[in-house]
């Protein structure tokens, strides 16, 4: 998508070796009018399939989340991090350990918002090596419902989340990827939408 390219090359910063900081448009600050083409172009890449749910993981995958659900006319739920005491009815959970805070947390969901009609559109703001997206295909598939794909804003393919997706028979399309970091600069390969 070259609009995110674009506006990654302009505002994103890499720091250190595999990390990029997005924060002015999507991991802190938000710019809904990005955020709402990237849940248009997403949507479009999953339309006609069906999709009945998009879940992400709180807190960055929720903007470009909402966005993907409103352009599919579906719900969006999240998966949350932390436990929460108004959440007493059945909960689904997965480990998942987080890349950029380096700690094992509990995701959840509530297992009233997924059933086993549904058909799943996993969203995420970034692909490291795929433990978020590999922790709610988790908690979907307790549900017995159907995981249809992993979109992705930001893919960095230099590490091993594609694969171990794609070894686990789950469809990723990624906005944008970054095949690698060059002294600070971003270099992007072919990106699938
Ligand atoms: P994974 O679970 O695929 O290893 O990492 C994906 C998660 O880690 C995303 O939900 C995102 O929050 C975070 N993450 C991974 N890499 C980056 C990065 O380079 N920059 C930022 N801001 N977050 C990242």
Known sequence: MKTLEERILKDGNVIGQNILKVDSFLTHQVDYQLMKEIGQVLAEGYANQ????????????????????????????????????TMTEDILTAEVYSFT??????????????????KVLIIDDFLANGQAAMGLAQIIKQAGAQVVGVGIVIEKSFQTGRQLLIDNGLKVTSLARIDRFENGQIIFGAADL
């Open 101 to 118: 805070k380096q700690v094992t947390s509990t995701v959840s969901i509530a297992g009233k918002f997924l059933s086993p009609e549904d």
């Open 50 to 85: 069906g999709i009945t749910k998009v879940v992400t993981i709180e807190a960055s995958g929720i903007a470009p989340a909402v966005y993907v659900a409103e352009s599919l006319g579906v719900p969006m739920i999240f998966g949350k991090k932390h436990k929460n005491i």
